[in-house]
């Protein structure tokens, strides 16, 4: 079945270190790939999506692109702040039901200053 | 309200008790979701509402679960008899309309079962 794996954490970082969280997923087709980020006592928020293969998301600084021949959605950001700290998912999304994400376990961010 | 808004944040309910969690969409919003996020994994899926209409219960655990949206706002998820594996924080979203738009999704009602 589809499923989403990204990289366990906690992740600690100082602050203007470079970012990557990985990312692989197992889908059929063509699914649509999102990252969504979850500050502390708020919602998830979508942070970025791809929609198609060789497509790169980006918002805040943060980028992942979408890579068919490897099956991944890398997010990566240059230079973190103590503000980007949170809790990350992946997620996926079939290609024809847009009505169900498959989530990551989520991968913490603690940015230090 | 401008965003989703989900009642009680926080809810402890002795095992064997039946629980109501109540989610308020973005107004207008067509669609919505409940979602289950047990702690220190990502949210799966429960059920899917078109306006009034329930079109995909297959996230759904058991029959203890039943979720309504009667006049296609107000969203009710219902825990009957409760067990201490339904602890985990419950998310509903809400999408403007059909097809690929973004969802928002609300801060969720943490359930513990004790």
């Known amino acids: 079945g589809d499923s989403v794996t990204q990289m366990e954490g906690p992740v600690t970082l100082s602050e203007e270190a470079f970012l990557t969280i990985n990312c692989t997923y197992t889908a059929t087709g063509y699914p649509s790939l999102f990252w969504y980020v979850q500050y502390p006592g708020e919602g998830l928020q979508l942070l970025l999506k791809?929609?198609?293969?060789?497509d790169k998301g980006s918002n805040k600084g943060f980028e992942a692109t979408y890579r068919k021949e490897t099956t991944s959605f890398h997010l990566e950001k240059g230079s973190v702040q103590v503000s980007d700290s949170a809790v990350y998912f992946c997620?996926?999304?079939?290609?024809?039901?847009?009505?169900?994400?498959?989530f990551g376990s989520g991968t913490k961010l603690n940015v230090k200053p | 309200g401008a965003g989703v808004s989900q009642s009680p944040r926080y809810k402890v309910a002795k095992r064997g008790q039946d629980v109501a969690l109540r989610c308020d969409p973005i107004?207008?919003?067509?669609?919505l979701f409940w979602y289950q996020q047990a702690l220190g994994q990502g949210p799966e899926f429960l059920t899917y509402f078109q306006n009034e209409a329930q079109l995909d219960k297959s996230g759904l655990p058991s029959d203890r679960f039943f979720a309504e949206r009667p006049e296609g706002s107000v969203s009710t998820l219902k825990i009957q008899r409760t067990q201490q594996e339904d602890s985990a924080v419950y998310l509903c979203a809400s999408r403007e309309r059909t097809g690929n738009t973004e969802a928002f999704f609300g801060q969720g009602t943490r359930l513990t079962v004790v």
């Open positions: 997620a996926l999304r079939r290609e024809y039901n847009f009505n169900k994400f498959y």
């Open positions: 791809a929609t198609k293969a060789d």
């Open positions: 107004s207008g919003h067509v669609s």
